[in-house]
Structure formats: structure tokens, C-alpha cells
């Protein structure tokens, strides 16, 4: 195949990539393009959990915590000093990969239900400490970014398109990530760790070593999309941001799509999150928990029919067709 | 402080241990038996409690009646599962079993969050309020009964672990899946008697919780992680250890809330966690 059939891809690369930008310049409807946003944000935060999920096969169930280390770190340093939010976004990173190598460090010694349990005992501790410590976070009652003017400098836009691109830059960034750790000497560390940890480990690959960077990678971008998140809603408590269901909702993505694949979670956010916000605004609030509703059969169904997600069946059907056409 | 204080902090602790013992208990087996943590355990007692709610909201079932209800319920639920969705990936990756339990949770608790609204349910009885004092330290009626309830259901489960036929093919399926197959076990009629049991477990609890507590689409989760704890403390296949690790945890818990502030709760228990965890992960008990 060689050249020609790799600069083919590259070529239908960046047509998606410049369809996908051109996008807000003809839509000119602002819950469709707010769908695109939150479809595009999901995404991004199942590729950052996909790194720990699925290349290295560690289930965390915790990452909410890393989200909302990042939605309250800027949030709480624009709201305390004025800090402008493009510089609390790599605070709230460093914060919670800072954080991710202190659990990171305690738990992924341990194997399969107990590293589970551990993230979700982490993540909800940090929820509950956030909602107790009232004098710093104001609890409940969560943080309110007020949105006056338009103010480039401090991540504060009056149109979408500003967060569209924003997030669409974020999404590309972690498919890159993604790729580079594919080619890496981690990527197959990774994937040798996730395969069979004990053979890693007697071939020399330092294991804690390595599930603790691709946890604090994964912690680091995870918690930029917090920082996002605040920004574009402009309001923050520990029960939106910090819950068991937000990181239910960020694996379902990833699995749906297909775990430990470059575009698994993307094939898996284009699916699911417009969906699911279709539910949302179909149904309102009296049915709050439609989707995850959904989300909770659409697991089920698919570890039990297609464990390889979207994307392994759509590669099986792709096999079946060339060997018809052969 | 107090001398009187502790002593009362040191009953509440023991009381609602008795029923962490009991849901523990329920995990324990299924994991024991089977390798697999249940992640959709807490759903149980959460179906658990909402059915002892309707049948008072309904028929005005006390929730001690509503026991031989909701147990059985709970057993055909737990069996259906292990039959129709834990039985097809009893192979499979530890990885795709649990996500399969966590599936089955979120779908349990939305589905109860669609049905029942998130308002929380009470259940009011005549005995909720009444109490007995003994120097000075007061016990509640409902929880008494219901530590008394909890207990004794353990008990029943370790005679018939002990004594039964069953009981004995049980702990042969989880001593070794093979060769209790080869003995002319029927490992996976095992497997669905281990998870009705389990479920039937949270019935029990669910039931005698009402009185005393309000059921809400995610209450499972608060109880269960607290059960995981203390199934860590406890050693993870042990029952003894499940029954003293509740006990434990739900001492450290009042005796926390009592000495600090009662929103510190989560955090003394996951400090336990994260303890024993680091100095001691294989728990308190080794065998079963």
C-alpha cells in the first residue's frame, strides 16, 4: 500500500477536520451548536479516560474527581483573585495530576473490583469534602461565574462559536495524544500491562510506573475540560460535577464507542451525547435520568453482545464486506 | 466528655453495624463464591426499601411483615440476574463483568429515578419513636429490632451454610469451581442460588431499614460503598470478617460523628479504607 494510501487518509483527515471547523460559520441555531459543544466535550473526556480505561485496562470510575478539580480550581482562583481562567485551566491540570499521582501511587497496585471501588471511594470523598467545606466552596450551593461582557482574556465568550472552537481545538488535541501514545514505547507498555500484568512486570516494564503516568495524563486533560465546563455554563456545584454518573456517562461513551481504540470514545460521543441530550430536552427535568436510563441498558447490551463496542462491529461488518468483494 | 455520650454513640454505632454486617454479607457471598463484585448490590436494597414502602403505602404493611415479601422478591431478582446477565460473561474479563454490574446499577437507579420520582419515601410506624433506657443510654425500638433482625439472619445463613446440603455445595463451588463440578455439583444452579441469597440479603435490610431510614432512588449507593469497606476490612471472602468489619464501621462512624461532626462520616470511612488498603489489603479474616 505504502504512500499513496496514507496521504489518502491524511487528505480525509483534514476534509472532517475542516467540515467539522466550518460548522458554526452556517449553523446559525444555538442549541444545535450547544449539542455540538457537549458532543464534543464528552468525547474529549472519554479519549482522556480511554488512555487509563483502555489502553492500560485500569476501570477508573473516578474522573469526575479530576473534572471537578479542574472546574473548581480556576473557578475558585478567577473568583477569589481574578486570576483569568487561562491560566487556572493548567493549575487545575497540574492539581489534579498532582492528585492523581497520590491515588494513583495508593491504588493501582491493587487488581480489577478494588482499584474500581477505590476511584469511586476517592472521587465521592472529594464530592462529600467539597459539599462540607462550605467556607471555601459554599457547598450546595455551588460557584457562579458571572457572565457581563464579552472578555476574550478571561475565557468569557457572549456567542457559542468561541466555545465551539475551544473545544473542537481540545478534541483534536487529545486524538493527537492518543496517536502519539499509540506509536509510543507506553503505548505498548500500556497495552502489555493491560493484556497480562504479571508477564509486563517479569519482562521489565516498570507497571506502577507506567499506570501512574497514563493515570496523571489522563487526571491533567480531564480536569481542562473541567476548567471548560465551568466557563461555558458558567456555574458549578459538587453534584454536577464531581458525581458517580458524570464518570458513568464518560466510560459508557468510551465503551459504547470502543475502548483502547484512537476513535472509540469519538465515534462513541457522536452517538450517544446527542442522544441523550435530545432526551433531555424532549422530556425536561421530570424525567432527569432518562439517558443514563439508556446509558445503563446500552452497557449492558453491548458487554454481553459486542464487548468490542461501535467500532468492532463496524470492523467486522468492514471484514465481512472485503472478503465478499474479494 | 460524657461517659454517657460515648456509651450511647457506642450502641447507635453497634446497632446500624448490624446492618452494614448483613449487606456485607450479601457481597461477600456473591464474591466468595462467584469472584465477582456486584456493583449493583446497593440497587438491590434500594429496590428492597421502595418495595417495603408500597406495600405500606398501599396495603399499610408494617415493614416487619413486608420481610417475607420482599426477601423472596429479592431472591428471584438476584437469581434473574445471575441467569440472564452474569451468566453470559462468567468468562469474560474481570473488566467487562464489573462494567456489566455497573451498567445494571445505572440502569436500576435511573429506572427508579423515572418511576418514583427523587422524593425521598418514608414510612411511619408507632414504634419509630420509641425507645428503652438503660443507665441513661437510649435505645430505639426500630433499630434494636432491626440490629435483633439483621442478626438472626445471619445466624439462619450460617446454619444453613453449615448444616444444608446446599450450604455445603455452596462453599465446595467456591472452594473450587472444577473439581465441585466433577463431584456432581451443579455449579452454575449454585451460582443463581449465591445471588438470590445475596440479593435476598438487601430484602432483609431493606425492609428493617425503613423504619429508620427514607428510601430515594440513589440511597444504594451510600450504603454500598460503605459495605465494600467493609467487606475490604473484613477480608473479602469471609462472613465472620463481613459481620465484624460492619460492626467496626459502623462504630468508627459514630464514635466520629460523635467526637467530630456528623459530616465527617465519609471521610473517617474512606480513611479506613484508604488504611487498610495500604497496610493491610488482604483484611482482618483469610478463610471463609
Known amino acids: ?326 | 466528655m460524657d461517659p454517657t455520650i460515648v456509651l450511647q454513640s457506642i450502641v447507635n454505632g453497634l446497632l446500624i453495624g448490624g446492618i452494614y454486617a448483613l449487606i456485607s454479607m450479601g457481597l461477600t457471598l456473591i464474591y466468595g463464591i462467584m469472584g465477582i463484585v456486584n456493583f449493583a448490590h446497593g440497587e438491590y436494597l434500594m429496590l428492597g426499601m421502595y418495595s417495603t414502602y408500597w406495600l405500606f403505602a398501599i396495603f399499610g404493611l408494617d415493614p416487619y411483615i413486608s420481610i417475607a415479601l420482599v426477601t423472596p422478591l429479592l431472591f428471584v431478582i438476584g437469581a434473574a440476574t445471575q441467569k440472564f446477565l452474569i451468566k453470559p460473561v462468567l468468562e469474560a474479563s474481570h473488566f467487562n463483568q464489573i462494567l456489566l454490574t455497573i451498567g445494571l446499577s445505572t440502569l436500576l437507579l435511573n429506572g427508579a429515578l423515572l418511576a418514583w420520582t427523587s422524593d425521598y419515601r418514608t414510612v411511619i410506624t408507632a414504634y419509630a419513636t420509641r425507645a428503652i433506657e438503660i443507665f441513661n443510654v437510649r435505645i430505639g425500638i426500630a433499630h434494636l429490632s432491626a440490629f435483633i433482625t439483621a442478626m438472626l439472619t445471619a445466624f439462619a445463613f450460617y446454619i444453613f451454610m453449615s448444616r444444608t446440603d446446599t450450604g455445603k455445595m455452596l462453599r465446595a463451588a467456591a472452594q473450587n469451581r472444577d473439581a465441585a463440578s466433577l463431584m456432581g455439583v451443579n455449579v452454575h444452579k449454585m451460582y443463581t442460588i449465591a445471588f438470590g441469597i445475596s440479593a435476598s440479603f438487601t430484602g432483609v435490610a431493606g425492609a428493617i431499614l425503613m423504619p429508620i431510614y427514607y428510601a430515594f432512588p440513589a440511597v444504594g449507593l451510600d450504603f454500598v460503598l460503605t459495605s465494600f469497606v467493609v467487606v475490604v476490612l473484613g477480608g473479602l471472602k469471609s462472613f465472620r470478617g463481613a459481620l465484624v468489619g460492619g460492626l467496626i464501621i459502623g462504630l468508627a462512624e459514630s464514635l466520629g460523628g460523635t467526637f467530630a461532626a456528623t459530616e465527617y462520616n465519609k471521610l473517617i470511612t474512606f480513611i479506613i479504607f484508604a488504611t487498610i488498603l495500604l497496610i493491610r489489603p488482604q483484611g482482618l479474616f483469610k478463610k471463609m
Not at chain 1, 172 to 191: C, D, P
Not at chain 1, 264 to 273: A, Y
Open chain 1, 1 to 326: 500500500m505504502g504512500f499513496g494510501a496514507g496521504s489518502k487518509r491524511v487528505a480525509r483527515y483534514i476534509l472532517l477536520v475542516i467540515i467539522l471547523a466550518s460548522i458554526p460559520s452556517f449553523l446559525k441555531d444555538d442549541y444545535l451548536l450547544h449539542v455540538m459543544i457537549v458532543t464534543f466535550l464528552f468525547s474529549y473526556l472519554a479519549e482522556c479516560w480511554n488512555w487509563v480505561g483502555g489502553y492500560a485496562g485500569q476501570l477508573s470510575l473516578g474522573h469526575a474527581a479530576f473534572f471537578g478539580i479542574g472546574a473548581y480550581a480556576s473557578t475558585l482562583l478567577f473568583l477569589g483573585s481574578g486570576l483569568t481562567p487561562w491560566i487556572g485551566i493548567l493549575i487545575g491540570g497540574s492539581l489534579a495530576a498532582a492528585f492523581a499521582a497520590l491515588i494513583g501511587g495508593l491504588s493501582l497496585r491493587l487488581r480489577g473490583p478494588f482499584f474500581v471501588l477505590f476511584t469511586i471511594a476517592t472521587a465521592e470523598t472529594l464530592r462529600y469534602s467539597f459539599l462540607t467545606f462550605r467556607e471555601i466552596t459554599k457547598g450546595a450551593y455551588g460557584l457562579l461565574i458571572p457572565t457581563l461582557r464579552n472578555d476574550p482574556l478571561l475565557f468569557k465568550f457572549l456567542s457559542k462559536e468561541p466555545y465551539y472552537y475551544i473545544v473542537f481545538t481540545m478534541l483534536l488535541i487529545s486524538i493527537a495524544v492518543t496517536g502519539i501514545i499509540e506509536r509510543s514505547k507506553i503505548g505498548y507498555f500500556l497495552n502489555a500491562i493491560r493484556e497480562d500484568q504479571d508477564a509486563a512486570q517479569s519482562i521489565g516494564i516498570d507497571v506502577t510506573k507506567y499506570k501512574v503516568l497514563a493515570l496523571m495524563i489522563s487526571a491533567f486533560f480531564t480536569a481542562l475540560a473541567g476548567t471548560f465546563y465551568a466557563q461555558y455554563f458558567s456555574y458549578i456545584c459538587p453534584d454536577d460535577v464531581m458525581t458517580v454518573a458524570l464518570s458513568i456517562e464518560i466510560i459508557t461513551i468510551a465503551i459504547i464507542g470502543g475502548a483502547g481504540t484512537l476513535w472509540g470514545p469519538v465515534i462513541g460521543g457522536f452517538v450517544l451525547v446527542p442522544i441523550s441530550e435530545y432526551l433531555r430536552i424532549t422530556l425536561g427535568g421530570t424525567f432527569a435520568g432518562a439517558h443514563l436510563f439508556i446509558y445503563g441498558a446500552v452497557i449492558i447490551i453491548v458487554i454481553i453482545f459486542a464487548p468490542r463496542g461501535l467500532l468492532g462491529i463496524l470492523s467486522d461488518f468492514g471484514r465481512v464486506i472485503m472478503r465478499r468483494s474479494v
